[in-house]
């Protein structure tokens, strides 16, 4: 499809998505929207027919944003984070929407039903979501069942976290159910996340301690692997803590870092100063706007620190080409949204990624990874 042509229809579907769609979802409680949207997802995936119709009404490419990383090459760099894809259900139609490549899960060792409900919430004036699922997820060895011989046609990334559970809530039981999740899922997808860093999880997130986190990372090494790992990191983190747990991550086999998860962290200042929703009292991590400072301070930091030793994965509070541009010459080589479609609309994917290339073209780069970094190492 010509540029011109994507453009137009971009501006139609973002047109009915604000005018028709969004205001019937938003009157709707959102997990039974999310449930539905999965239930959409895992039809229009199904079959030839409708994966192609959705890649006329949704899909772009462009050269100019491929890179290969870390031996996997990303079609384009715009991703669905993990949680919205929680069991591996709908990565099938995701390359129609436009996606370079998704997460899955977070998987965990054992099958979770999550906290009570309710426990997914719209911030509508602060463009974000509260989200208190607690990993719900059907567990590991049914997913990695359904998705043994499965074939793929971008890279999927397969997130694990330990079961939110009273079980697991000790460090030896906890490293075991990663182990676990680990083993089951390793030879799944391209790459594999191990996420340290659910805000909602009985017992807290411990692995975010350096000495845990080393021996979590001893124990998971001992499992033969040889795809890329990746640590997602929550943005409540302080410096001081930050480098204990990279100086953990250079004496192991971490290729990079996902920057960041939600935060529970409702007095830092870059957070409330987008809280504009009153009476926000619902416990659970929040996503999106409230949360883009965090990710590219984390982005800026890691990178500068780490001197490209690491990938960089940016995510949190996407909604435009230019908020991916900037985590992009932060130093983040891929991207990473949930919050952003939610509320811009699926043809979000297909804007950022053309609007990448115009501004790839204005600032004189030839691709993407060429502005990687570019704030930082001009
Ligand atoms: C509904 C929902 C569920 C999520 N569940 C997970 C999860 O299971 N594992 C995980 O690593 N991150 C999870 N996250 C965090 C996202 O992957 C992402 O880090 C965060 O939402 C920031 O990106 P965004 O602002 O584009 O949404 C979840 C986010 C949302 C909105």
């Known amino acids: 499809m010509k540029e011109n042509s994507v453009k137009i229809r971009n501006i139609i579907n973002r047109f009915l998505y604000k005018n028709i769609a969004k205001p019937i979802f938003f009157h709707i409680d959102p997990e039974k929207v999310h449930d539905t949207m999965i239930f959409l997802?895992?039809?229009?995936?199904?079959?030839?027919?409708?994966?192609?119709?959705?890649?006329?009404?949704?899909?772009?490419?462009?050269?100019?944003?491929?890179?290969?990383?870390?031996?996997?090459?990303?079609?384009?760099?715009i991703g669905l984070a993990a949680g919205f894809d929680k069991n591996a259900s709908i990565v099938k139609i995701l390359p129609s929407v436009g996606f370079g490549y998704a997460e899955v899960g977070s998987i965990t060792g054992e099958s979770c039903e999550g906290n009570p409900k309710p426990r997914l919430w719209r911030l509508k004036k602060s463009a974000g979501l509260v989200v208190y699922y607690g990993l719900k997820n059907d567990g590991c060895a049914k997913i990695a069942k359904k998705l043994k011989n499965e074939k793929y046609t971008v890279p999927i990334g397969v997130s694990i976290a330990k079961t939110n559970s009273r079980q697991t809530a000790k460090k030896e039981a906890g490293i075991h159910d990663y182990v676990k999740a680990f083993s089951m899922l390793k030879d799944i997808g391209s790459y594999i996340t191990i996420n340290i860093s659910c805000p909602n999880a009985f017992g807290g997130q411990p692995f975010t301690k350096a000495e845990d986190l080393d021996d979590l990372l001893t124990e998971i090494e001992k499992i033969p692997c040889s795809k890329p790992i990746f640590l997602k990191l929550t943005p409540d983190l302080s410096a001081k803590e930050l480098d204990a747990l990279i100086h953990v991550c250079d004496n192991h086999r971490i290729g990079g870092f996902i920057c960041t998860n939600l935060t529970k962290d409702r007095t830092n200042e870059e957070v409330k100063k987008h809280l504009k929703d009153s009476n926000i009292k619902m416990v659970g991590g929040i996503s999106g706007r409230p949360i883009k400072e965090l990710s590219i301070k984390l982005i800026d930091y890691i990178y500068k620190k780490t001197k490209r030793r690491y990938i960089i994965i940016g995510c949190g509070g996407v909604f435009s080409a230019k908020d991916a541009y900037e985590k992009?010459?932060?130093?983040?080589?891929?991207?990473?949204?949930?919050?952003?479609?939610?509320?811009?609309?699926?043809?979000?994917?297909?804007?950022?990624?053309?609007?990448?290339?115009?501004?790839?073209?204005?600032?004189?780069?030839?691709?993407?990874?060429?502005?990687?970094?570019?704030?930082?190492?001009?």
């Open 328 to 378: 992009i010459k932060a130093g983040a080589s891929l991207i990473q949204l949930i919050t952003g479609m939610i509320f811009e609309g699926p043809q979000l994917i297909s804007e950022i990624n053309q609007g990448l290339v115009t501004l790839l073209k204005k600032d004189g780069y030839k691709n993407i990874s060429q502005a990687v970094g570019r704030y930082n190492s001009p």
């Open 41 to 77: 997802g895992k039809f229009l995936g199904s079959n030839i027919i409708t994966r192609s119709l959705t890649s006329i009404f949704f899909n772009y490419s462009n050269k100019k944003l491929e890179q290969d990383i870390l031996g996997i090459n990303f079609k384009n760099p």
